[in-house]
């Protein structure tokens, strides 16, 4: 088999487990409406928070940035076995741009999919941990002071491919690392009208039912 194929299958493999949505799967089993349903209708933690099931938000988050962590993680391990050694970066940013994607545009769900905060911070985690850190604290810092969800993730998708420059230069991680701070604003084009309107809704308006 082609070191090309054997990474469209690695590419393929992380889109489908980025495919499932734990704003979905945790809301089903927790026995509360499809997060789809109210709210947003976007099927991620902050959507979920608004059903009133604290529990249920937690376990989306950690869901959904656990399965972006655990694809760059994998492919770390296996690219390394599989594919000739300049592939193996590349193939590692690559799967981690497909299980993004999985999350935005579920097959499992008519692609119907969450706007990917959490699990853009658990693939830059697992790309480049001090840059995932770095995002992550910069949105618990702008989410502390602003206490609006959408805020602090276009202040992290901004800070991190600054952040990727900076550390790396211009390499494949940058790109990735770009490529998904773009897809995760165009995800927020609603939120960001209406921050602009002074419209948008806190985390104490969410978590209101």
């Known amino acids: 088999m082609s070191s090309e194929l054997l990474l469209a299958l690695c ?17 089903r089993l927790r026995g509360i409406a499809d997060p789809r349903s109210y709210g947003s209708g976007n099927p991620g933690a902050t959507n979920v928070l608004r059903s009133g099931d604290k529990l249920a938000a ?15 993680l994998m492919m770390g391990m296996i690219a390394p076995r599989v594919l000739p050694e300049p592939m193996v970066t590349a193939a ?3 799967c981690g741009v497909a299980v993004f994607l999985g999350h935005l545009y579920p097959i499992y769900f008519r692609f119907q999919g969450g706007k990917g905060v959490a699990t853009a911070f658990g693939v830059l985690l697992g790309l480049t941990p001090e840059i995932g850190l770095l995002t992550g604290l910069i949105w618990l810092i702008v989410a502390r002071v602003g206490r609006i969800s959408s805020l602090a993730a276009l202040s992290a998708a901004g800070a991190a491919p600054i952040l990727a420059l900076f550390s790396r230069g211009i390499d494949i991680t940058f790109w990735a690392t770009l490529t998904i701070a773009v897809l995760l604003v165009i995800r927020h084009k609603k939120n960001i009208i209406q921050l602009m309107s002074g419209r948008e809704q806190t985390f104490r308006d969410r978590s209101q039912p």
């Open 11 to 27: 590419a393929l493999m992380a889109y489908l487990i980025g495919s499932i949505s734990f704003a979905i799967v945790v809301s």
């Open 92 to 94: 590692i940013a690559v």
């Open 58 to 72: 937690v376990l989306t988050l950690l869901g959904d940035a656990t399965k972006g962590f655990v694809v760059v």
